[in-house]
């Protein structure tokens, strides 16, 4: 079964720091990958950041960079220089090659970006 | 292009009211998908259609009726709902192999009476 856990409910960070979100996950798969979601108030999911479970290369995009760390399962979500639009729900999701239909949620993490 | 559009963007029926939500993606997706998503919550996955015909219903309640016309669109039929299904309806359209991510329409916000 695939599992993902985001342990952190809240997080508040300065508006120009850097600020790491939590994502690990369970799965038996050995083809999979990883995907993290910003939802902000308007309710909309925009996809963010993509990592292969073959990649051997952390994902970066823009201020967003994922640190892959494959042997402890985790896939946590860098955003670099906040800045108050990143004050959203953030998502981290997964999908294997067995039943590659469903994507796997993690309950997310409200990040507040203070002025 | 990877944009989903949804219609409408918000919806108030009453529980004995029959309403349709509809979904378009033009990017050759062949898996399309319907999501439930309360306030503070992941999105609650309730149905996916794979290249047209239905792959997965997570036990959703038979008021709510999916539909594939074809590859492009993808209607969710609503009757005789209930209150407690107040709440943002997600479409999104993903490629057909484990390594691709789902892109997401804006959402329907649908409040029942």
């Known amino acids: 079964a695939q599992k993902i856990t985001q342990t952190q409910p809240g997080m508040f960070v300065q508006e120009k720091e850097a600020v790491t979100l939590d994502c690990t996950y369970d799965?038996?798969?050995?083809?999979?990958?990883l995907f993290w979601y910003k939802q902000p108030s308007s309710g909309e999911m925009i996809f963010l950041i993509y990592?292969?479970?073959?990649?051997?290369q952390n994902a970066t995009e823009g201020r967003y960079s994922l640190n892959f760390q494959k042997a402890r399962k985790s896939a946590n979500l860098v955003i670099s220089a906040s800045q108050l639009g990143d004050s959203a729900m953030y998502f981290c999701a997964m999908r294997g090659r067995y039943n590659f239909n469903k994507f796997y949620f993690g309950s997310g993490t409200k990040l507040n970006v203070k002025p | 292009d990877t944009e989903v559009t949804q219609t409408p963007k918000h919806l108030v029926m009453g529980m004995t009211n029959k309403k349709s939500l509809k979904c378009e993606q033009h990017m050759g997706h062949r898996a399309m998908y319907w999501y439930k998503q309360k306030a503070k919550k992941p999105p609650e996955l309730m149905f996916v259609y794979s290249y047209e015909k239905l792959s997965i219903n997570e036990s959703v309640p038979s008021r709510f009726s999916p539909e594939c016309p074809n590859s492009s669109l993808l209607n969710l039929h609503l009757h005789a709902l209930q209150p407690e299904d107040s709440a943002l309806y997600l479409c999104a359209s993903s490629p057909y192999n484990e390594l691709d991510t789902q892109y997401f329409g804006p959402g329907t916000r649908l409040t029942v009476l």
């Open positions: 799965t038996s798969d050995q083809s999979y990958g």
């Open positions: 990592q292969g479970s073959y990649d051997e």
